[in-house]
């Protein structure tokens, strides 16, 4: 990474860095092993850090799931700083590495999402503008991030076997309730919309194991789930695996039970601002499903072509170093 306006040499800035984590008190065995008393350290060390370390600390305040998964050099590069910094981040508030931080992202993350005041905690506990403004900027900027990032890492034999399967069926049943019901609504309507066989799982009445039993053996099913993934779609998904039923998996990580249960399946991680979740991706991959699905039936999509699988494999390659 280049040095910005401004920045001081990277020498300089280890300088003072290493100042920070000497007089910080570094005990790995005593660091916070709970999310919230992490961020209530890292909000009471903010102002004794220096100017680099904040950029991550706001960061890692506004953008805990992209911290509790993503690599250290493309958190770098979002945060602006060098992949060191990350590291020296970790250790001024006690953890062993970057890595052992991450841990009690990656616990918070996947034991649940943080309930709506939590979030507003995080939201006015950050460093942005506080005024309405600012947070259609870092709301819209998310949305952007979640929508780009998709786009470059999307496995494309997936979503070709994800249209195929669905182009095939019947009828297309899709579920999907809490976060993800607004992209199954859509995606019913959508394919509604343009002449596809399409029902909602609705749970309307406690029916839901009910409307999951009509799926026809010719039918497909389309389900939608993300962290803290709701046990009625997973209910869904698992009895019209389990009778032979083509299941077509929208879902936010690999270790999602989702995908256990799922024939293909496409992941989606949306981007975050303050704990406050975009849904970018996953109505533009909606949209892909749904006129994809419909033009594989009138036979008016054509397959990507290997050379633009094999650049696309690339660019996700490069993007992964």
């Given amino acids: 990474m280049g040095m910005e306006d401004g920045q001081m040499p990277q020498a300089q800035q280890d300088a003072e860095d290493e100042a920070v984590l000497s007089a910080a008190d570094i005990d790995s065995a005593t660091a916070p092993r709970d999310f919230r008393e992490l961020r209530t350290l890292i909000l009471e060390r903010r102002d004794r850090l220096p100017k680099r370390l904040v950029q991550v600390a706001d960061f890692a305040i506004h953008h805990p799931q992209e911290i509790a998964f993503g690599r250290v050099a493309e958190l770098a590069r979002k945060a602006q700083v060098q992949p060191s910094t990350m590291i020296r981040f970790a250790q001024a508030l006690g953890y062993s590495g970057f890595s052992d931080l991450q841990l009690v992202f990656q616990s918070y993350a996947r034991d649940r999402w943080p309930d709506y005041n939590t979030r507003l905690e995080v939201l006015h506990d950050g460093a942005h503008g506080g005024d309405v403004l600012s947070l259609l900027d870092g ?41 993800a019901f607004p992209v199954a609504v859509y995606l019913t309507y959508a394919l509604q919309k343009l002449g596809a066989r399409c029902d909602l799982i609705d749970q309307l009445g406690g029916l839901g194991s009910r409307q999951a039993d009509l799926i026809g053996s010719e039918d497909a099913l389309l389900a939608v789930s993300y962290t803290p993934y709701a046990g009625e ?37 949306e981007a975050d601002y303050s704990g ?17 699905t419909v033009s594989q039936r009138s ?12 650049e696309h494999m690339d660019r996700i390659d490069r993007n992964l170093e």
């Fill in 299 to 310: 036979g008016d999509l054509r397959p990507a072509r290997s050379v633009q699988k094999k």
């Fill in 276 to 292: 406050f979740r975009s849904l970018s991706a996953s109505f533009a991959l909606a949209t892909t499903l749904a006129v994809g």
């Fill in 139 to 179: 709301l819209v900027e998310a949305s952007c991030t979640s929508a780009r990032d998709f786009r470059q890492s999307v496995d494309v034999e997936a979503l070709e076997q994800a249209v195929d399967r669905l182009a095939r069926a019947h009828t297309i049943h899709v579920v999907g309730v809490r976060r």
């Fill in 233 to 269: 779609t997973l209910d869904s998904a698992r009895a019209a695996f389990e009778r032979g039923v083509p299941v077509v998996g929208i879902t936010d990580s690999p270790f999602s039970p989702l995908v256990q249960v799922a024939n293909v399946w496409l992941e989606v991680a």
